[in-house]
């Protein structure tokens, strides 16, 4: 028992030594023989391969270079990587179990002048199979990110048109907010939907991952409307600053450099205020980007904004007074609400025309609530933004109508009336009285952003059934 204790004392000691003790770096050139080894004897290696390098003799590493004003010399540096952490938990501080240094490579340079400088990281260790040693070993080495000089192919003015151009081409599906590019890439546009105006497009983030891939950031700034489908009137729309920020991978192919990818947000910029311009401006997916990108353009909101429908509303409601109150001449008020060129238009005025001339004949009022006449009508609909030109909805009015009873103080006169207007003798018994609600439903359609009528239902029209 006593010389297994010794023992492990023994191996705890060494193993507590070799953690003290550094042993001496590798050397500047024995790390160099190694890159040039990997990147200048194999013409598959990533460099030949990514870079399109043929003739690998005209590379250049570098132990020495110069960056911004100062001489940088190659030398190794020793660090403790994780699993020391693992390794020795209570010890601090960790014992330095790797090793690094880098070089710069430089690529020959193309026939524009660009060339590339690319780190390269060599990494050795001391760790074997979970022990330090005293010794150092190759571990890995790999290419950094390079850094393009020279000719600069691909510049921001550049990458900001193929930005633009992706735009433009954009095929934008309304309904699901999504656009899709010429090359089959789709992306979220709900942010972009809400700008009636481009201001300017910037560059926020460019990142060279190889020297045929980018990822760029954009940042775009414009201005568009917070609630323009949800305000119950023209007086409430909001309009402020947007921010949007689009990410992009640009990819070199043979026809030139593409985006490959593509992920759009929108940023709230708070500070809102009330519409006060006359004018309406389109949407990037109603005008196009030409026609938003620093520039606007006149444009009528969508007939299924909710002012829109409200407008709608307190105008059919305001006819069917109208209409009621003198069916013969004010019989245009129906002009607006149908298309002229439907053949059936004429046919379904003169019906809601003989309608109300009916009613009238049969002594049926809208009921007089004290607010008015435009309280006893109900209005509502079956109106969406999926709700496509040339495709029918539905439009519905539910009018209380009443007439007045026999049982009041005006009743002599009412029951000569009623009765030269010939209401029978049953309903005269009963007082006459009425209190009912009449639903006019239309099928309607949309043509150029306007909402028209175009069938009453007339089976919903004789449920409502008058006794006289």
């Known amino acids: 028992m006593l010389n297994r204790t010794y023992l492990l004392l023994v191996l705890l000691n060494v193993f507590n030594v070799n953690a003290q003790n550094l042993p001496p770096l590798p050397t500047v050139d024995e790390a160099f023989n190694q890159v040039k080894n990997v990147y200048l004897k194999d013409k598959n290696s990533s460099l030949a391969v990514d870079f399109g390098i043929s003739d690998l003799s005209q590379v250049k590493i570098l132990k020495s270079w110069e960056s911004e004003g100062q001489t940088i010399d190659a030398s190794f540096s020793a660090y403790s990587s994780d699993f020391m952490y693992d390794l020795f938990p209570f010890k601090n501080p960790k014992p330095k179990d790797r090793c690094h240094i880098y070089f710069l490579l430089e690529t020959p340079k193309e026939s524009n002048g660009t060339y590339y400088q690319i780190p390269i990281e060599v990494v050795y260790t001391r760790l074997k199979n979970d022990a330090l040693t005293n010794s150092w070993e ?88 917070y609630n323009l489908l949800s305000a119950k009137s023209e007086n409430e729309i909001q309009i402020g600053l947007r921010r949007i920020s689009v990410a992009t991978k640009m990819t070199k192919q043979a026809s030139g450099w593409e985006i490959t990818y593509m992920m759009i947000r929108g940023e709230y910029s708070g500070n809102d205020q009330l519409k006060v311009e006359e004018n309406f401006w389109g949407h990037f997916h109603e005008v196009g980007f030409d ?47 149908f298309d002229e060129n439907e053949a059936n238009s004429k046919e379904e005025k003169k019906y809601l025309v003989d309608l109300f001339n009916n009613l009238k004949s049969k002594f049926v009022e809208i009921y007089p609530y004290s607010e008015g006449l435009l309280k006893a009508i109900v209005f509502s609909h079956k109106i969406t933004e999926s709700f496509e030109e040339n495709k029918f909805g539905i439009v519905s009015l539910d009018i209380r109508l009443y007439r007045k009873s026999l049982y009041n103080d005006s009743a002599k006169q009412l029951k000569k009336m009623y009765k030269d207007g010939g ?32 069938k009453v239902n007339k089976a919903k029209v004789d449920e409502c059934k008058i006794p006289f």
């Open 291 to 337: 026609a938003i990108f620093q520039t606007k353009a006149a444009y009528n909101p969508p007939y299924y904004a909710e002012f829109n429908l409200r407008n709608f509303e307190k105008d059919i409601k305001n006819a069917v007074v109208s209409l009621y109150s003198d069916s013969l001449s004010n019989a245009n008020v129906l002009d607006q609400f």
């Open 138 to 225: 190759f571990f890995w080495n790999k290419l950094g990110y390079p850094t393009e000089l020279g000719g600069n192919e691909f510049t921001a003015e550049k990458k900001i048109n193929l930005l633009v151009n992706s735009f433009r081409s954009m095929k934008i599906d309304k309904l699901s907010q999504q656009g899709t590019i010429n090359n089959g890439v789709t992306t979220d546009i709900s942010a972009l939907m809400n700008l009636y105006t481009i201001k300017k497009i910037e560059i926020g983030y460019d990142f060279r991952k190889s020297v045929n891939e980018y990822e760029v950031n954009f940042d775009i700034e414009g201005e568009g409307y």
């Open 423 to 454: 209401m029978s003798e049953e309903i005269l018994k009963q007082g006459g009285e009425l209190d009912i609600q009449l639903k006019l439903e239309f099928s309607c359609h949309v043509v150029n952003n306007y909402l028209y009528l175009t």
